[in-house]
């Protein structure tokens, strides 16, 4: 049985080994990403580097919660390598200890991780995506990086001045504030009445705002407008449920955004996709430390295998495009969103498994 102090010891290298990788892949993502931001952004009037290294830090939550599977997966594959160079493999096998037993340490630590991720950095994430959308918002960027509407971005409101469909290229304020707003409106026998383009509409109580607007009316022509606004009877919640980011909502908020969306009639596919994706992100985590231990874990005298290595990357990797391309399944409807989430990361922890029972006890 596994002392505490190997336990501890282990648990230990795998977190700074971890921590370190966390480090090194979010500089250079941020490098990447304010370089690229910048790039598109800098002849906005508005725009200055304080506010593209602000909004490239805002993202960083976001993206890390994206690359922390490859990180566990190379962090783990980097802890047992050590470890095997440095024979303390050899010595903890040499004393009785099996492989679960020293593998039990790096699966816990990589299930808290995901639980962390879940819990702590997701929330964080979440308000922090909402402010970027709005920043991006407010700097004129109507396709940037992220609050892009993924889903079909048409609304429709009747009133008694007649019916007004609503689109718009970008959103922040989970869906309260537009961006490239369009609102074609139709009086009550269905002919078209006039075409508002704004650059910006923001709900309130009742009514929208729209700023910065060109008006096309009966005769085809444009005229510039400051400001219009349109009466409505959209709940907030509606609004919100229909074109917010699932991204945008916290791992906390979901279950209920989830339900209110229900009863609003509207597709809660990509909340829960969201959701359940979230709760699967630990077991997803184990499953990419134990594909990590399937080529990492064999003592080689000269050196590990660079052919072993690289089939361990491709095989997290294909996990993880499996990973995206079931969550992609279950926010469209055609898988649940449940079986989704906790397939692909049930399948790989049972391969993983699999493979090391086949190595380690025949």
Same mark, same amino acid.
């Given at each position: 049985?596994?002392?505490?102090?190997?336990?501890?010891?282990?648990?230990?290298?795998?977190?700074?080994?971890?921590?370190?990788?966390?480090?090194?892949?979010?500089?250079?993502?941020?490098?990447?990403?304010?370089?690229?931001?910048?790039?598109?952004?800098?002849?906005?009037? !508005?725009?200055? @580097?304080?506010? &593209?290294?602000?909004?490239?830090?805002? +993202?960083? #939550?976001?993206?890390? *919660?994206? =690359?922390?599977?490859?990180?566990?997966?190379?962090?783990?594959?980097?802890?047992?390598?050590?470890?095997?160079?440095?024979?303390?493999?050899?010595?903890?096998?040499?004393?009785?200890?099996?492989?679960?037993?020293?593998?039990?340490?790096?699966?816990?630590?990589?299930?808290?991780?995901?639980?962390?991720?879940?819990?702590?950095?997701?929330?964080?994430?979440?308000?922090?995506?909402?402010?970027?959308?709005?920043?991006?918002? !407010?700097?004129? @960027?109507?396709? &940037?990086?992220?609050?892009?509407?993924? +889903?079909? #971005?048409?609304?429709? *409101?009747? =009133?008694?001045?007649?019916?007004?469909?609503?689109?718009?290229?970008?959103?922040?304020?989970?869906?309260?504030?537009?961006?490239?707003?369009?609102?074609?409106?139709?009086?009550?026998?269905?002919?078209?009445?006039?075409?508002?383009?704004?650059?910006?509409?923001?709900?309130?109580?009742?009514?929208?705002?729209?700023?910065?607007?060109?008006?096309?009316?009966?005769?085809?022509?444009?005229?510039?407008?400051?400001?219009?606004?349109?009466?409505?009877?959209?709940?907030?919640?509606?609004?919100?449920?229909?074109?917010?980011?699932?991204?945008?909502?916290?791992?906390?908020?979901?279950?209920?955004?989830?339900?209110?969306?229900?009863?609003?009639?509207?597709?809660?596919?990509?909340?829960?996709?969201?959701?359940?994706?979230?709760?699967?992100?630990?077991?997803?985590?184990?499953?990419?430390?134990?594909?990590?231990?399937?080529?990492?874990?064999?003592?080689?005298?000269?050196?590990?295998?660079?052919?072993?290595?690289?089939?361990?990357?491709?095989?997290?990797?294909?996990?993880?495009?499996?990973?995206?391309?079931?969550?992609?399944?279950?926010?469209?409807?055609?898988?649940?969103?449940?079986?989704?989430?906790?397939?692909?990361?049930?399948?790989?922890?049972?391969?993983?498994?699999?493979?090391?029972?086949?190595?380690?006890?025949?």
């Amino acid at each position: 049985m596994i002392g505490i102090t190997l336990w501890r010891y282990l648990f230990r290298r795998y977190v700074v080994m971890t921590f370190w990788f966390i480090l090194g892949v979010l500089a250079i993502i941020y490098m990447v990403d304010f370089t690229e931001f910048s790039s598109r952004a800098s002849r906005l009037p !508005g725009y200055t @580097i304080g506010l &593209g290294a602000f909004l490239s830090l805002l +993202r960083l #939550p976001n993206i890390m *919660q994206e =690359t922390v599977p490859f990180i566990i997966l190379f962090s783990s594959m980097s802890v047992l390598l050590v470890l095997n160079r440095k024979y303390e493999l050899v010595v903890a096998r040499s004393a009785g200890i099996s492989a679960w037993q020293f593998l039990m340490p790096l699966c816990a630590a990589s299930f808290l991780m995901g639980v962390v991720m879940a819990t702590m950095v997701n929330p964080f994430s979440s308000y922090a995506l909402s402010k970027v959308q709005e920043l991006e918002l !407010g700097l004129g @960027i109507k396709r &940037g990086t992220v609050g892009t509407i993924e +889903r079909p #971005p048409w609304l429709r *409101q009747r =009133t008694e001045e007649g019916i007004t469909i609503i689109g718009a290229d970008k959103v922040a304020r989970r869906g309260l504030l537009l961006g490239g707003a369009t609102f074609v409106r139709f009086d009550n026998d269905g002919s078209i009445t006039e075409r508002l383009d704004a650059e910006q509409a923001s709900l309130e109580p009742g009514r929208w705002i729209l700023s910065d607007v060109t008006r096309f009316g009966d005769d085809g022509l444009p005229a510039d407008v400051d400001e219009i606004v349109i009466k409505t009877n959209l709940r907030p919640e509606f609004v919100e449920e229909s074109l917010a980011s699932p991204q945008s909502i916290s791992f906390f908020e979901l279950p209920r955004k989830i339900e209110v969306a229900r009863s609003f009639g509207l597709g809660a596919n990509a909340f829960a996709m969201q959701y359940q994706s979230l709760l699967a992100l630990p077991l997803l985590l184990v499953a990419m430390t134990l594909i990590a231990a399937t080529v990492s874990l064999k003592f080689i005298r000269f050196g590990q295998s660079g052919t072993v290595i690289l089939a361990g990357i491709l095989a997290g990797f294909l996990l993880y495009v499996v990973t995206v391309l079931a969550k992609s399944f279950g926010t469209a409807g055609a898988v649940p969103p449940f079986v989704a989430a906790w397939l692909p990361a049930i399948v790989a922890s049972a391969m993983g498994v699999t493979v090391l029972l086949h190595k380690e006890d025949g």
